[in-house]
């Protein structure tokens, strides 16, 4: 039987701990603000949204929201940006993605400074994380290298494929476990045999963006798999990129769907939130 890696418990634990640091902070007067940013009212933004505001309440960040009709122009959502950039009781700004067509998602994010971008998405922080520098860490891939540190699987020296090169997930996820000291392969759509690829890992990270693509032909027998994928199907059930039925008999440690990956994103944005304290002190 696979260890089942629970995210939800690995992130109420670290929410836990924030909230206790959090206090702290407000013992000695120093209060952390994120201001939330939703452009439109598609469901699946406003459910992520609505998470993100929980967590803040839960762990004793403010947050502010602030909620923008879909046909907003870009400029009036730069300046709004370029206002709580400038404020100096706002820590931290999280611009809620996908943004409408007409809306360039690229010039949003760089409008963020980056010492305020929770998100971890700007190109400062992209490129502090590839040389090694202060920077706040996209969360998915950050609540991923928790989740394996807590569940005490070891990184340094694994031979770990990345199944995806997004800029929000595949990309800094790879950075990271070779930040650990993991053996790092990158496989996307272009990869040619992508089965022997997945097979030679320890640690496997499905983030392709497709319903159970990975099944057990595509895993070695006692491999880590974690999924990232989150879908919903017609029955209205979740489902990840990975076919968990079929692969969990044959790995040693899985994540589920839900339950798994998707609770860490929002603790470690709170992680991030917490973490701004230190960043714009330096
Ligand atoms: P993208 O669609 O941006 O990227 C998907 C990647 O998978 C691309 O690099 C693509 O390759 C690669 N790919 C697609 N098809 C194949 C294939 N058949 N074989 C090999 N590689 C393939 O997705 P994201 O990275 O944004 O997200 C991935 C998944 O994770 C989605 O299901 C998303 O919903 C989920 N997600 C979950 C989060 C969470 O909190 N749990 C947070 C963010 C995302 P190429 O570059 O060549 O096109």
Known sequence: MA??????????QIKEELKEKVKGLKAAGKEI???????????ASTVYVNNKK???EYVGIRSLAYNLPESVREAELLQLIEELNAREDVNGILVQLPLPVGIEEDKVIRSIAPEK???GFHPGNVGALCIGEPGFLPCTPAGIIQMLKRSGISIEGKECVVVGRSNIVGKPMSLLLLRENGTVTVAHSRTKDLKAVTRRADILVAA???PK??????VKEGAVVIDV?????????LCGDVDYADVEPVCSAITPVP???GPMTVAMLMYNCVESLNLQAR
């Open 229 to 237: 994928g989150i879908h919903r199907m017609e029955n209205n059930k």
């Open 213 to 218: 693509m990975i099944t057990r032909e595509y």
């Open 208 to 210: 392709v963006g497709k």
């Open 54 to 56: 929980k967590a803040c």
């Open 117 to 119: 971008d929770v998100d």
């Open 3 to 12: 260890q089942i890696i629970d995210g939800k418990a690995i992130s109420a």
């Open 33 to 43: 603000t994120l201001a939330v940013i939703q452009v439109g009212e598609d469901p």
């Open 259 to 261: 339950g798994g990956v």
